[in-house]
């Protein structure tokens, strides 16, 4: 440590980087999975014809959808950034649960053809 007064902060500081970089992490999938969730949408809740022809698939991104609506009510409910991105799992849920549910679908597994 260059400064004698360096060492009274340095706690400080290493926690804020700590948190400051999880906001980081949270912000960066977050906005990946609402990139995602927003085409899906697109798809699945502005087309009959396709939740037709895709019955499992619109029944699964259903599931991941009311997963998605509760996490963005429980966002508004924290507003402060920092709280919001630290609260506990948040990384996972958004990282491990939303976005390879949404990747899932992308790609197509277990889907039937679409008959155009």
């Known amino acids: ?13 290493s926690e804020w980087r700590g948190r400051l970089s999880t906001v980081n992490a949270v912000i960066d999938v977050w906005m990946e999975v609402q ?15 396709i939740r037709a022809q895709l019955p499992q698939d619109s029944k699964r991104f259903d599931s991941i959808n009311d997963e998605f609506n509760k996490l963005m009510v429980d966002a508004v409910g924290t507003p402060n950034v920092v ?3 630290t609260t506990p799992n948040r990384l ?7 976005y390879p549910s949404f990747y899932i679908l992308i790609i ?9």
């Open 35 to 49: 990139r995602t969730w927003s085409h899906l949408e697109s798809i699945f809740i502005g087309s009959a014809d």
């Open 83 to 85: 709280d919001n991105c």
């Open 108 to 116: 197509g597994r277990g889907t039937q053809s679409i008959s155009w």
């Open 1 to 13: 440590m260059a400064s004698k007064y360096v060492a009274h902060f340095f706690e400080q500081f």
């Open 92 to 98: 996972e849920v958004l990282g491990m649960q939303f």
